[in-house]
Nanobody, 131 residues
């Protein structure tokens, strides 16, 4: 069973930074893709960024491009999301998850809601950005 544990959220002022961590376990293959998605109250899930373990290729939603950086430490089974220049509209619960690689990539780069394709996700970590 694939499991995720997210951490690193908190309250920060606009313009500040946070680094989220996602520790994954239970994978039996190395070619999986991890996505960070977020959900604000009353809003749909938004795919923020994804990375594939086998090639390390990162993708970003337009809303975070240039401000967020996804990375992975395969030895620690951990994926990070470095978030800089945070804005109030970044306030949300952030989750890491996995699913079919193509679906996750399309979700992130197009905004089309592919969240129904998720196979597993963690409990989330809250990010609040004050203006």
């Amino acid at each position: 069973e694939v499991q995720f544990v997210e951490s690193g959220g908190g309250l920060v002022q606009a313009g500040g930074s946070l680094r989220l961590s996602c520790v994954a376990s239970g994978f039996t293959r190395d070619d999986y893709t991890i996505v960070w998605f977020r959900q604000a109250p009353g809003k749909a899930r938004e795919g923020v960024s994804c990375i594939t373990r086998s090639d390390g290729h990162p993708l970003y939603a337009d809303s975070v491009k240039g401000r967020f950086t996804i990375s992975s430490d395969n030895a620690k089974n951990t994926v990070y999301l470095q978030m800089n220049n945070l804005k109030p509209e970044d306030t949300a619960a952030y989750y890491c998850a996995t699913g079919p690689q193509l679906a996750l990539r399309i979700w992130v780069i197009s905004g089309a809601n592919f969240s129904s394709h998720l196979d597993a996700w963690g409990q989330g970590t809250l990010v609040a950005v004050s203006s």
